[in-house]
């Protein structure tokens, strides 16, 4: 709903959300079933994934091909709205710096269209000082969280294997998908090579859950599920909240700033209306911040007052500093033992149905920890583009028939 019109009667919530994806939905959830009032702030417009998911559209059903636009940076299909670059919201990069911040506007943010790979910290991941000297450990362990891993699991649904590796821990798994044709291949390989490769840890129903389907393998989880089959914050989270009467959601409410009284104490949190760019204001006896790493920094360094000079939660001036992201790489190859299969479908759930967790010894490495590898592969759904890469294959192309003959080979 708008935001203009509830501040005509401007009530004070339990709570103020910041943010509606993985932490603000799971906030609200929470927070709303214990019969406090939540009042949820999110920069973007809806988002529905029986109304607004095109996981079922085909490439030519759209003059671009389904290529990507201004709105949606992978693609005119795909759950992402937003970018790496979003009008009225620029950013500077230090002298020498090369950064690009990705952000998501809508309702559930990057729950639309993530990867769904839900793997649990191991015990190892929360003393890691004590095991390398990098870094801090935390002041938890694994017991301490397995708990509440446990309870999300039951709630989100995830398929996996128990497999008893100390540093992956088992979650409560549903039964994985079969692997693909070419998993099989990577797995035989692997095997021989003695790599760990085991089925994937993803939120994906492969069982029904909580009147929610199972998931009937379109491979589309990228333009979000129109049956709810994966987890994304408005199907999983948000209705419960809502049911309790207790949520009340400000879209188009872009926050600017944390207030605070003469004790410094949060007071809810300034905000410009998208629609018509004027500063409105929820008030709130208490704030979550669940805006993403980079935007609830901000949001803490713009939230400047007397009391808080350079920002709140800033007295030790690391705010912003030191944020970490997911790093990684890919290499692609070809497998000539998989050419002129036997056309058949092989979509299966949207992500690899097998990966390979940490298997070797770091004392052996020169690199600090470790790494996990997420396969991919098989036919994919023609889309935008020219050749689909084909020039990369032996043979290189060609024209005709022979192109033709090329592309199902290949």
């Known amino acids: 709903m708008s935001g203009a019109n509830v501040q005509r009667e401007r009530p004070v919530f339990d709570v103020c959300v910041i943010g509606s994806g993985a932490g603000g939905g799971m906030a609200a959830k929470v927070l709303t079933e214990a019969g406090a009032t939540v009042a949820m702030l999110e920069a973007g417009p809806d988002w529905d994934a029986q109304r607004d998911s095109a996981m079922l559209k085909w490439p030519y059903e759209s003059p671009r091909r389904g290529a990507s636009t201004p709105e949606r940076h992978f693609g005119e299909f795909h759950a992402g ?45 929360f003393r890691a000082r004590s095991k390398d000297g990098l870094g801090d450990d935390w002041p938890i362990s694994y017991d301490d969280l397995k708990p509440y891993y446990d309870r999300v699991d039951r709630l989100v649904g995830l398929f996996g294997s128990e497999e008893g590796l100390y540093n992956d821990p088992d979650g409560i798994f549903q039964p994985p998908p079969q692997p693909r044709c070419w998993e099989l291949a990577v797995k035989r390989a692997a095997d021989q090579l003695d790599i760990t490769c085991i089925p994937s840890r993803l939120s994906i129903l492969t069982q029904p859950l909580n009147g929610r389907p ?142 390979m967790p940490w298997w070797l010894d770091n004392a052996k490495l020169d690199f600090p920890r470790g790494y996990h590898i997420e396969i991919w592969g098989g036919r994919g759904m023609p889309g935008y583009g020219f050749m689909g890469g084909i020039q990369n294959y032996p043979g290189g192309g060609g024209y005709g028939a022979d192109l033709k003959q090329m592309y199902r080979s290949y």
């Open 81 to 125: 709205l937003g970018g790496w670059s979003l009008d009225g919201e620029p950013y500077t990069v230090g002298d020498g710096e090369e950064f690009r911040w990705f952000r998501v506007r809508q309702l559930g943010g990057r729950t639309n269209h993530w990867g769904r790979i839900s793997l649990r910290f191991g015990p190892d991941d």
């Open 214 to 355: 199972a998931c009937h393998y379109c491979g589309q989880c990228g333009r979000d599920c129109g049956t709810g089959s994966n987890f994304s914050t408005p199907s999983v989270l948000l209705p419960p909240a809502r049911s309790t009467g207790n949520l009340v959601t400000f879209l188009g409410a872009m926050a600017r700033e944390v207030t605070v009284d003469s004790r410094g104490l949060a007071t809810g949190v300034a905000y410009v209306d998208t629609a018509t760019g004027r500063e409105e204001h929820v008030r709130a006896k208490a704030v979550v911040l669940a805006a993403s790493a980079c935007e609830s920094a901000r949001l803490l360094l713009n939230s400047k007052s007397a009391l808080f000079p350079d920002g709140l939660a800033n007295s030790s001036g690391t705010v912003g500093r030191y944020l970490t992201d997911t790093t990684g790489t890919d290499v692609m190859g070809f497998i000539p033992s998989m050419r002129d299969g036997v056309p058949h479908n092989e979509d299966g759930a949207g992500g690899a149905h097998l990966y």
